[in-house]
Nanobody, 120 residues
């Protein structure tokens, strides 16, 4: 059983930065960040695989960075140059077998989410 807890959300002005964190336990193949804004589908943001290879949505490349600590217990998403369209609830998610990494559907372990709000 994988347990996930997110933290670090908040409100910032456009162009600002936030770092969200997720603590995890249990076996993980992919660890990633997803987001969901009101009225929109949940979308993949950034993912790390079990070899620490990174994958990013095109909309966040160059602005967001995914990483984890050496113990692979804490996952981070550093968000720079934030835009109002980045406003969403950000979820940490994991999957324990291979899948399309930025596709939310196969992920079966989810945190409760942390709200990120970016003001123009």
């Amino acid at each position: 059983q994988v347990q996930l807890v997110e933290s670090g959300g908040g409100s910032v002005q456009a162009g600002g930065s936030l770092r969200v964190s997720c603590t995890a336990s249990g076996y993980i193949y992919y660890m990633g960040w997803f987001r969901q804004a009101p009225g929109k589908e949940r979308e993949g943001v950034a993912v790390l695989d079990h070899n620490d290879r990174t994958m990013y949505a095109e909309s966040v490349k160059g602005r967001f960075t995914i990483s984890r600590d050496n113990a692979k217990i804490t996952l981070y998403l550093q968000m720079n140059s934030l835009k109002p369209e980045d406003s969403a609830v950000y979820y940490c998610a994991v999957i324990t077998s291979p899948a399309c990494p930025l596709d939310a559907d196969p992920y079966n372990f989810w945190g409760q989410g942390t709200q990120v709000t970016v003001s123009a």
